[in-house]
Each structure stands twice: as structure tokens, then as C-alpha cells.
């Protein structure tokens, strides 16, 4: 069982939004500003896409964004493109016993 | 440009010892802290260490601890980490990653190596 919350699963239309949501803890998402969130395609290495719950990295398209409202943290990305189709997993840094902790994935279909 | 090539990845039986490395270029490898996470086949992601910068501070997963040692030499540019008393539930493409300075997220990632722990 994954630190972290994530649906297994979203769907959504070319152009349509999406959003994938992340719950933890106080001590985990609620008590941290480190969320980050990462894609990865199949066979590949992760991603970033978001870091520190809302910024994106040079060369990310904007349609990526990332919020946090108390214990949940949340990727939303725009206009879909068949490109995004792929898995995502969100991060944070705990205070708990271990340092980091990823949720257990999403997998996103572009229908 | 930023690399991070692993090596060291194999089939091993339970209970017999691996060691993974991680080979860095493209940047000051003695300014970032460095870790290693794992994801099993078909599951997900799973930090498993990280070793600070000065590679005196470093820190496991309750999944390794006991059994896992990360380390690095600054002098070669790699990180390495030590895999004890394997377990099947080991099973996992390894990676090595790079934490951006000041923050928690992995700015860059290498491609990984294959442990398969099996009999």
C-alpha cells in the first residue's frame, strides 16, 4: 500500500482537462510544500512535470499545473493531447519514517 | 549534458548480495545529494535511499534498511548502493536520480538496471 492516494485510473478526451488528485497526510502533502509530479511512458524514466506543488520546469508545456489544498495535492492538465497518455505519479517529502513517499500511480487514457 | 548511467543489474538468488553503480557526468556530482528508487515489474514507484552530498548524511527506506547501503565516491563520480540478503520482493528496475539543489524533486533520472531476484 503506497504512502500516498492516487486513482488508479482517469480517462479523458483530446482537448478536454483532467485532473489527478494526491492524498496524504499532515505529514506528508499537508505539512510539505516538496509535491512534485512525475510522467512516465512506458519503458521509460519518470518525468517531471511539476515541482514544490506548482512550478513546472523549463521546456513542460503549460498545460500542466499542480495545486494543494490541505492534505491533497492535485495535477490538472489541459487541453489533452494523445502524448499524455501515460502513467503519473505524484511525491512529497514526509517527516515520517521514510523521507520521500510517491503515490501508487495513474494511468492516463486519451480516449 | 546531465547523464546517469546504472550498472550492475542481473539475476540473483535470495539471500546472495548485489551492488548496484551509478555513474554521473554532465554536472558537479559533489553538489547534489543523490538517490536511488526502485519500481517493481507492472507496479510503481518506491524511493528506496539517498546520500547527501559530502556523502557523510544518508538515510534508507523501512524496505531496505538493514539490508541496503547507499554510498558514493566524489572522486569518481558515482553512486553506488549495496543490496544484502535479497529478497524476491527486491525484484525491480533500479533507478539513480538527482535531486535539484535546495528542493525534494528529481530533476533527472538515469535509465535503470534490472534486478531479478529469483532461484
Redesign the interface.
Known amino acids: 500500500q503506497s504512502a500516498l492516494t492516487q486513482p488508479a485510473s482517469v480517462s479523458g478526451s483530446p482537448g478536454q482537462s483532467i485532473t489527478i488528485s494526491c492524498t496524504g497526510t499532515s505529514s506528508d502533502v499537508g505539512g510539505s510544500n516538496y509535491v512534485s509530479w512525475y510522467q512516465q511512458h512506458p519503458d521509460k524514466a519518470p518525468k517531471v512535470m511539476i515541482y514544490d506543488v506548482s512550478n513546472r520546469p523549463s521546456g513542460v508545456s503549460d498545460r500542466f499545473s499542480g495545486s494543494k489544498s490541505g492534505n491533497t495535492a492535485s495535477l490538472t492538465i489541459s487541453g489533452l493531447q494523445a502524448e499524455d497518455e501515460a502513467d503519473y505519479y505524484c511525491s512529497s517529502y514526509t517527516s515520517g519514517s521514510t523521507l520521500l513517499v510517491f503515490g501508487g500511480g495513474t494511468k492516463l487514457a486519451v480516449l | 549534458q546531465v547523464q546517469l548511467v546504472e550498472s550492475g543489474g542481473g539475476v540473483v538468488q535470495p539471500g546472495r548480495s548485489l551492488r548496484l553503480s551509478c555513474a554521473a557526468s554532465g554536472f558537479s556530482f559533489t553538489s547534489h545529494a543523490m538517490?536511488w528508487v526502485r519500481q517493481a515489474p507492472g507496479k510503481?514507484?518506491?524511493?528506496v535511499a539517498?546520500i547527501w552530498s559530502s556523502g557523510n548524511n544518508k538515510?534508507n527506506?523501512?524496505a531496505g534498511r538493514g539490508r541496503f547501503t547507499i554510498s558514493r565516491d566524489n572522486s569518481k563520480n558515482t553512486l553506488y548502493l549495496q543490496m544484502n540478503s535479497l529478497r524476491a520482493e527486491d525484484t525491480a528496475v533500479y533507478?539513480c536520480a538527482r535531486v535539484?539543489s535546495g528542493?525534494?524533486?528529481?530533476?533527472y533520472?538515469?535509465?535503470?538496471t534490472l534486478v531479478t531476484v529469483s532461484s
Open positions: 538517490h510503481g514507484l518506491e524511493w539517498v538515510y527506506s523501512d533507478y535539484a528542493t525534494y524533486y528529481f530533476d533520472w538515469g535509465q535503470g
